[in-house]
Each structure stands twice: as structure tokens, then as C-alpha cells.
């Protein structure tokens, strides 16, 4: 089974930037949609944007639309997203997971593999 760890979280100021990175481990991040989820204090787990697998596109929440992008680095065996213009509404843990069937899917339960997390936290 495929093992994932996020990096790249930290603190940045409203209308910064940040990358960050889902490794994977176990698997080939080509072969399963990989999907971005957030969860803050007291919020359920929300779904921000996933690239679904062999390439087949990617899809964004509206909250994040324009300003998040999900891409894979084959050679890294990692997925990226790169998150721009950011928020304080942004702050939360940020998960990436793997699903080994289907397309892209809003719903966490449909993911099989999940990382740990990172915390991202947007000031004002």
C-alpha cells in the first residue's frame, strides 16, 4: 500500500504563497487520483482539489479556484500544490490521500491512503 507525507506547511502572511508537497512511497503517484483535503478548527475534513490518475485532469473547489494549483512531479514520485494568494480563511491542517479506484471524488471516504497532515496558518 502506498505510504504519503506532507511537507511545506508553515506561517505566511495574507496574499503569500506556499508549495506544498505529498510523497509518496509504496506506489506510483500516476497510478491513483490524489486528492487535497483541509481541515480546521472545529470544521469538518473539506475537500480543496485532487489530479485524477494517468493524468486525467484536476478539479478545484470554488474556494481555491484561480489561486491553488495541483500538478505531479513524476521523477519526485510527489504532488504538489501550489497555493497562491492565500487567505486567512486558508489556515487549517492540509491532507493529501490516494484513491486507487475512480476518478476524482469530493468525498473523503472514497480515499484509501491518507498523510499525516501539514499546518498551514495565513495572518492578517
Known amino acids: 500500500q502506498v505510504q504519503l507525507v506532507e511537507s511545506g506547511g508553515g506561517l505566511v502572511q495574507a496574499g503569500g504563497s506556499l508549495r506544498l508537497s505529498c510523497k509518496a512511497s509504496g506506489g506510483t503517484v500516476g497510478l491513483y487520483t490524489i486528492g487535497w483535503f483541509r481541515q480546521a478548527p472545529g470544521k469538518e475534513r473539506a475537500f480543496v482539489g485532487a489530479?485524477?490518475?494517468?493524468?486525467?485532469?484536476?478539479t478545484y473547489a470554488d474556494s481555491v479556484k484561480g489561486r491553488f494549483t495541483i500538478s505531479r512531479d513524476y521523477t519526485e514520485n510527489t504532488v504538489l500544490l501550489q497555493m497562491n494568494m492565500l487567505e486567512p480563511e486558508d489556515t487549517a491542517v492540509y491532507h493529501c490521500a490516494a484513491r486507487r479506484m475512480g476518478g476524482v471524488s469530493t468525498s473523503p471516504p472514497l480515499y484509501d491512503f491518507w498523510g499525516q497532515g501539514t499546518q498551514v496558518t495565513v495572518s492578517s
Open positions: 489530479i485524477a490518475f494517468r493524468g486525467r485532469g484536476t
